[in-house]
């Protein structure tokens, strides 16, 4: 009786009142009928959403309601104690239909979005005039219109607000604190950084200072977190710090890294260490569990912590050679991949490389990044390497036994130098770096070059050429700490230590060759004295007298004084100067 009543209430016909069934039935009306339900159709839409309130009530409260509702039943019912809304925007029923037979309203739609559009359709048109006057503040503070638009579209609120009152306020606090260009780029990062006041930021900012935190580092990478309440700050900063017993020192290098954990609160964050906790099998507060944290790739705090443990646990049961591997994936970062990616590029992978299923296992448990990169990326790396002289089988060979090299775009500067160094200074041929692919992982002015060239300047090698047929070949590529303790004692140069300091004089001598004076490593090859000079003493001030000639003499080329630049003593290169502006010379003397 009730569902009837409720039925009849919204002005639904029943079927078998006009003597016909089904469809027909629904949307039949007889000429007296239909007058009636026009008459009555907004009282009898108005009662009937009483009666669906007070049975949304029933099903909310129980059945000790059920008394008490159904003597209501009975009440007449009154429209003024309804707000002023169309009835539509209060039936709480997705599926329920107005009325039958009403073109205006679909019956395949549900109710709830009809109210949604109702609700908003006043919103939606209002503010026309008002964004206008929104967008004209952001350009009266010297924004541009494209970054206007780009805040606006992430952080619609600020069309809501009002202009005098809180909209000029905020950006003029926040032009005073920033200027036009820095509160540009703000805002491009941190969309609601207006909702906030700079004071507010700057609590957050000392506070993180307080801790040893690099402040100015997580204001760099995430300034989002500066833009968050400072308890909400706080709160998670101690929830990290307690949950794995992280002591000051170690919540400084964790911050430094996962910067982005602060815009996290204390669930997500912990949810996260749950979830790394229960794929290591490690408690969270072991000295372990924090190295792996510690360790992590940077995206760690990005993802919901069930996407994090669904993505480690299908890499690690499709992919991985032992339950170590849970580890390398939390380090490099293979969480960033889902599921159905992660077998596509397998998949492409086998294709590419030749790989069987335990090859792929093999491969993927050393490198799982190798997941991270998209097989057109892959396959044109690979293509690369062909076309710097390696065949396909030694390019399949080095990538099988060095899968990092897969995610090298081998046609950057920084590669194409790399092979460059290797075969014109090192004097290696391509059999040579094929048979021997982790060459390709090192840096060449961080790593080979002040190894080869410390060799050489100690004695310990004839040239940067007869590394290879020295029989000390492997120390490029060793440890720094390995390397002092075989060359601790230089025979030489007694005085000579391959420190920190001896490392970076030789990769700051490298760069000013490659990028200042613009030498390719085919020159530099050619004048590996250049590699011994001093660059502060010689080679920098020496350099810049030779471009000035040259840009005064139009016939003086600096490129062409290159052994001078590094053999000559100071009074030659003095006449070589003099020599070269003899015009000039001539003109100041004259005058």
Known sequence: MFLYTCTRAVGCVQPGRTGLTGPQAEH??????????????????????????????????????????????????TAHDLPVLPVCTRLPLSSHRLCCGNSLLSHQQPCSALRRKLLTSA???????????????????????????????????????????????????????LGTEQLSQQLQKVRRLLVRKPEQCSEVYLWLMSKGVNAARVREKAPIVLARELSAVQSTFEALQQASAFSDAQMCTL?????????????????????????????????SFREVILAAGDRLFRMSPDTLHERVAFFCQMYATG????????????????????????????????????????????FPIALESQPSTIACNVQALQGAGFSQSQVWAMCSHRPALLGCKWTSD?????????????????????ARPNLLSYSVSGWLGPRVWFMYQTGAIEAPNTVMTSGLFSYTWCSRVLFSKRFSSPSAFPSMVFDSAFIDHWKRRWE????????????????????????????????????????EQAAFKAEDHLTALATLSDQDFAVLIEAGRPALTFRHEGG
């Open 28 to 77: 039949t009306l007889t000429p007296r009928r239909l007058a009636r339900s026009s008459h009555g159709l907004q009282q009898r839409m108005l009662s009937g959403a009483s009666i669906q309130q007070k049975r949304i009530n029933y099903s909310r409260h129980g059945t000790h309601c059920f008394d008490h509702q159904k003597a209501g039943l009975s009440k007449p019912f």
């Open 123 to 177: 919103t939606k048109s209002a503010p026309t005039g008002k964004a206008d006057a929104v967008q004209a503040e952001f350009a009266k503070a010297g924004i541009s219109a494209e970054v206007t638009q780009k805040v606006l579209k992430q952080y619609k609120p600020y069309l809501m607000w009002d202009v005098e009152t809180k909209l000029r306020p905020a950006l003029q606090l926040w032009l005073q604190e």
């Open 255 to 287: 911050l430094h890294k996962h910067y982005g954990a602060l815009v996290y609160g204390p669930k997500h964050v912990l949810g996260t260490f749950q979830a790394v906790s229960s794929l290591l099998g490690m408690p969270m507060k072991s000295d």
């Open 323 to 366: 339950t170590h591997v849970v580890r390398t994936a939390l380090t490099m970062g293979v969480f960033g991949t889902p599921e159905a990616v992660m077998q596509s590029r397998a998949a492409k992978l086998q294709e590419q490389l030749g790989w069987d299923n335990e090859q792929l296992k093999q491969k993927l448990s050393t």
């Open 414 to 434: 920084t590669n194409v130098e790399k092979l460059q160094f290797l075969t014109l200074l090192l004097g290696l041929t391509l059999d040579d770096i094929a």
């Open 512 to 551: 000013f060759l490659r990028q200042h004076m613009n030498l390719s490593v085919q020159t530099i090859a050619a004048h590996q004295d250049l590699l011994l000079t001093s660059l502060p003493d010689r080679l920098a001030p020496r350099w810049q007298l030779l471009s000035s000639v040259a840009s």
